[in-house]
């Protein structure tokens, strides 16, 4: 016997995943996070026994609900499968996935479609961040066609723009944790910043690296990889966020001068992995950071003029490009708009089936023994 689970799988910006109604899944969280690990086939290198991708751009999961919140739409809660472990990370939010959420609430009925486009608004459950999804909906449908195009993602689709509203200390309640835009641990000079996504900034000289490597060299250095995220956890402690060993957050950044006339260059790691792209959430804590005086990055990027601040991310892919409305102290930064452009698509729509064993749903059982 089997279990099926109405499921929706969609591309959000460069990764990939199954979205879910909240109601179709437990309500308790540690049966939740089991039913997520076998739909993912976790844990195993190549999930070869579930939908996941076997890479961490393509092992996330998206769980909605209609929000009962004032002035929001939406209850996004994203979560990341582990691989080869048996582990469901909720505490950071996915603002590649989040590209999705805003054309699967409108197919779904939870938000009724406006003509030519529709805006949504998303709370994010995992760090209390609010974000407006504005869709392309001409005649009141989505549609997925257009010509924008992302560096990650093969051809050409309809734009999303996703505007985050209260973005600063998503999870630690600081933009800068520490109370200081630089420290150092362990001899290396880190910047510790929360802006949509905790962040500990690493110069790439500063490890010896150019920063202009790719992802499958830097992930090949293991002392690399080991010597940041012993940095990493202890700059979790120093940004209040206790024992961060087996979490995904905080994130990590090696940062180098820009090459191809944007703002600065980023490695992204998430955070024992190196992105093959850039993250959504990542962009814009990056793109602040480097506009902060006294961070490690603000020496290395070239940040424009002026107000709003169009600025671009270099990453191994090629370019994001995120546009940052602040001003009043530079320290304390007024952040009144960050904005972005993303696409996505709905891939395939039906049922994914698990073990009953694991978890047997009411109407999963009844379907389970026709």
Same mark, same amino acid.
């Given at each position: 016997?089997?279990?099926?689970?109405?499921?929706?799988?969609?591309?959000?910006?460069?990764?990939?995943?199954?979205?879910?109604? #909240?109601?179709?899944? *437990? &309500?308790? /969280?540690?049966?939740?996070?089991? @039913?997520?690990?076998? $739909?993912?086939?976790?844990?195993? !290198?190549?999930?070869?026994?579930?939908?996941?991708?076997?890479?961490?751009?393509?092992?996330?999961?998206?769980?909605?609900?209609?929000?009962?919140?004032?002035?929001?739409?939406?209850?996004?809660?994203?979560?990341?499968?582990?691989?080869?472990?048996?582990?469901?990370?909720?505490?950071?939010?996915?603002?590649?996935?989040?590209?999705?959420?805003?054309?699967?609430?409108?197919?779904?009925?939870?938000? #009724?479609?406006?003509? *030519? &486009?529709? /805006?949504?608004?998303?709370?994010? @459950?995992?760090?209390? $961040?609010?974000?407006?999804?504005? !869709?392309?909906?001409?005649?009141?449908?989505?549609?997925?066609?257009?010509?924008?195009?992302?560096?990650?993602?093969?051809?050409?689709?309809?734009?999303?723009?996703?505007?985050?509203?209260?973005?600063?200390?998503?999870?630690?309640?600081?933009?800068?944790?520490?109370?200081?835009?630089?420290?150092?641990?362990?001899?290396?000079?880190?910047?510790?910043?929360?802006?949509?996504?905790?962040?500990?900034?690493?110069?790439?000289?500063?490890?010896?690296?150019?920063?202009?490597?790719?992802?499958?060299?830097?992930?090949?250095?293991?002392?690399?990889?080991?010597?940041?995220?012993?940095?990493?956890?202890?700059?979790?402690?120093?940004?209040?966020?206790?024992?961060?060993?087996?979490?995904?957050?905080?994130?990590?950044?090696?940062?180098?001068?820009?090459?191809?006339?944007?703002?600065?260059?980023?490695?992204?790691?998430?955070?024992?992995?190196?992105?093959?792209?850039?993250?959504?959430?990542?962009?814009?804590?990056?793109?602040?950071?480097?506009?902060?005086?006294?961070?490690?990055?603000?020496?290395?990027?070239?940040?424009?003029?002026?107000?709003?601040?169009?600025?671009?991310?270099?990453?191994?892919?090629?370019?994001?490009?995120?546009?940052?409305?602040?001003?009043?102290?530079?320290?304390?930064?007024?952040?009144?708009?960050?904005?972005?452009?993303?696409?996505?698509?709905?891939?395939?729509?039906?049922?994914?089936?698990?073990?009953?064993?694991?978890?047997?749903?009411?109407?999963?059982?009844?379907?389970?023994?026709?």
């Amino acid at each position: 016997m089997q279990t099926r689970i109405p499921c929706v799988f969609m591309r959000g910006g460069t990764s990939r995943g199954p979205f879910f109604h #909240a109601r179709d899944l *437990p &309500e308790d /969280a540690a049966t939740r996070d089991r @039913v997520l690990l076998a $739909v993912m086939g976790s844990p195993d !290198v190549r999930q070869i026994d579930g939908i996941g991708g076997a890479d961490p751009l393509t092992s996330k999961v998206a769980i909605l609900s209609k929000s009962t919140r004032p002035g929001i739409d939406i209850d996004y809660l994203f979560a990341q499968v582990k691989i080869a472990e048996a582990a469901v990370d909720t505490s950071p939010n996915c603002g590649n996935m989040l590209s999705g959420v805003g054309p699967f609430a409108i197919e779904e009925g939870l938000v #009724a479609a406006a003509d *030519p &486009e529709t /805006a949504v608004r998303i709370h994010n @459950v995992n760090t209390g $961040v609010a974000t407006e999804a504005i !869709v392309q909906t001409p005649g009141g449908r989505v549609t997925y066609d257009g010509d924008c195009a992302i560096d990650g993602v093969p051809g050409t689709a309809a734009p999303v723009k996703l505007n985050f509203l209260n973005a600063e200390g998503s999870k630690t309640g600081k933009l800068l944790p520490t109370g200081r835009p630089k420290d150092v641990i362990d001899g290396i000079e880190v910047s510790c910043v929360d802006f949509a996504m905790p962040i500990v900034f690493f110069a790439a000289r500063a490890l010896g690296k150019t920063g202009y490597e790719t992802a499958a060299e830097l992930e090949a250095d293991q002392e690399l990889i080991a010597r940041f995220e012993a940095i990493r956890r202890q700059a979790g402690a120093l940004m209040g966020l206790g024992d961060v060993a087996g979490r995904v957050i905080p994130k990590v950044v090696l940062a180098a001068p820009p090459r191809a006339g944007g703002t600065v260059t980023g490695r992204y790691f998430t955070p024992d992995r190196a992105h093959k792209a850039y993250a959504v959430t990542g962009s814009i804590c990056t793109a602040l950071a480097a506009a902060i005086p006294g961070t490690v990055l603000a020496p290395l990027a070239r940040v424009p003029a002026g107000n709003p601040k169009p600025m671009t991310i270099e990453h191994p892919s090629g370019r994001f490009d995120v546009e940052m409305d602040i001003s009043g102290d530079p320290l304390r930064p007024t952040i009144r708009r960050a904005a972005l452009l993303r696409t996505c698509r709905r891939l395939f729509e039906g049922r994914v089936l698990i073990p009953a064993r694991v978890w047997t749903s009411r109407q999963g059982l009844a379907e389970a023994t026709q």
